[in-house]
């Protein structure tokens, strides 16, 4: 109880700016907290525990994120650390930030468009490099399970839209 009597708001500010700088693997213009996968940081007896959510899960990346955690929190004194995997609620592309949107779109992947309550494919996906929503489906399966891949009928070039999840 005295650890956390002690704990400075500004020790967990620290932790979300470490966890900030964590890239996804399969889509590196975007981290962790961009894809709200952190759900929380708080401090436990001597340590920290660390919510985190995967994408999905069966996410291929989900060890390797664990490690990156761990390494980084480790690297900066904040040991031990304790990660939960927190699958419910199951994570959702409602998560991501504006930002994260944004960044998306300008790496050429079209964001998803809508909530995912409203959750199937769009018939409004929009061209990351035109901005055109003159667009066709190629194929429900992109790069990764989390895309799908389009083609701009306006511009004829292929994209992948992360889809809702």
Known sequence: MQRLASIAPA????????????????VPVLTITDLGMVRSVTAQGDGWVVGFTPTY????????????IRTAMSAHGYTPVHIVLQLDPPWTTDWMTPDARERLRQYGISPPQAHACHAGMPTDVACP??????????????????????????????????KCI
């Open 129 to 162: 490099r035109c901005g055109s929503t003159h667009t066709s489906m190629i194929s429900e399966f992109g790069s990764t399970a989390c895309k799908a891949l389009y083609r701009c009928d306006s511009c004829r070039e292929p994209f992948d839209y992360f």
């Open 57 to 68: 899960s069966g996410c291929p990346a989900t060890e390797h994120l664990l490690g990156e």
């Open 11 to 26: 020790e967990v500010h620290e932790i979300w700016t470490l966890l900030s700088q964590i890239s996804d693997p399969e």
